[in-house]
């Protein structure tokens, strides 16, 4: 998370001093070299395309039978507890708790075809993430960056001001912050920006964007010009490029604090209420419609976290009250990027770290008391599902298809790698990149893949 301490001079995101901060840059932020850095982000300025993604992340494992592959003809265990309901698009049906996402279904495409066979929410996670397996629930820490971070240290922000890469309310996977939408080797000026907080709060207000008590322009300036006068001191033996990173690093918190771009765009009391109604009044949905604004105002990448998806027992209970949140706020958000003309410039994308086992279980499973004849649906890493709408992204697709039960892909089986390379182009970004690790060893920016030919 991105933290200004103007209170404390030379302090960093994360409370480490400049001395400490230079200590972590060695050993992280020496990844690709500054020339190759700067080699990329010019490919990506120049690609022609000012493109953002919005990743809405449902922590936890939402069931692909209950939602976007339905099975209305397998037995009773299996078929679950909703009705399939067409779509605007012929031949495509979804759950009868997202009637609002049916009739905006050309807008969007469904990957049903998704898999990578581990059933471990720390695993799953770890690989949905960052692309590479190396987390476990016995071993959580993240091994690899964001497949976000990557992105935007190559892309930076789309409009100076804002940060390249924030997360709202916070970043988390499987309880873990920032978890495995931390920047890891690349340095902790990877982390996305987190806004904390409840965006439908009346009070919401977010954290480090706003200069403290007795703290003016004039002030902050001195400050800057400070620093730069002590990091000149050090200048002629620093062969590394650290301090030029880190100056743009000071250059982008500097933007964040003293420019009213951010300010503008975290404030979402700024928004018509009829279109806060229309999203939903609730922290899920006004979570997207501030994602909305970042993207709008210049932020290139943004997770959105709905946490709450383990349902191995009280299913219907669960997706009774989550689903039509998910439903609203999520057609609400395709719908409003495109009456702004956003759409076809803004990735959305709608998944989990795995799915629910295809087969019921009988709401034993160890659940809390009285849990017991609520059925509910267990880990399934070997068949599930990612929407994927703008961006460029054709609508009204459906890529792929699973068994009859809903086991494993049928035919056109996708990788987390291919969503990757997927996201990559849209973005504009070299999708063969290489960064140096702790070890200075080069590792590719993305595992093997390829892109989803059929949705560009």
Known sequence: ML???????????????????????MAGMGTLGLPQLLRAKEASST????????????????GHMDMYDMKPEAPAEYRGLWNPIPTNVPGMEITELYPRQAKIADKFSIIRSLHHENGDHFAAGHILLTGRPGASGADTPGKFPFIGSIATRMTGSRQPGMPAHAAVPYAMSIGLRPGYFGGNYLGVAHNPFETEGDPNAANFQVNNIQMPGGMSLERLENRTALARQFDKLQRDVDHSGMIDAMDRFDQAAYQLVAGDNARRAFDISREDP????????????QSMLLARRLVEAGTTFVTVHLGGWDHHWDLKAGYDRLLPIVDQGYSALLEDLDQRGMLENTLVMLCGEFSRTPRMNDGGNGGPPGSMGTPGRD????????????????GGQIVGSTNRLGEVPQDRPVSPADIHHTMFHVLGIDRHASFLN???RPIPALEPGDLIRELL
Do not use: E
Request: hydrophobic share 30%; charged share 25%; net charge positive.
């Open 379 to 394: 880990h399934w890493g070997n068949a599930m599902f990612c929407l994927m709408g703008g961006g460029g992204v054709k």
């Open 274 to 285: 009829r279109m806060r109604d229309r999203y939903g009044r609730h922290s899920w949905a």
């Open 3 to 25: 933290r200004v301490d103007l209170d404390q001079v030379g302090r960093y995101c994360d409370g480490h001093s400049r001395r400490s901060f230079l200590k972590i840059g």
């Open 438 to 440: 702790h070890s200075g």
């Open 47 to 62: 690609s022609g395309k000012n493109t953002s993604i919005i990743l809405v992340w449902l922590d936890g494992g939402p």
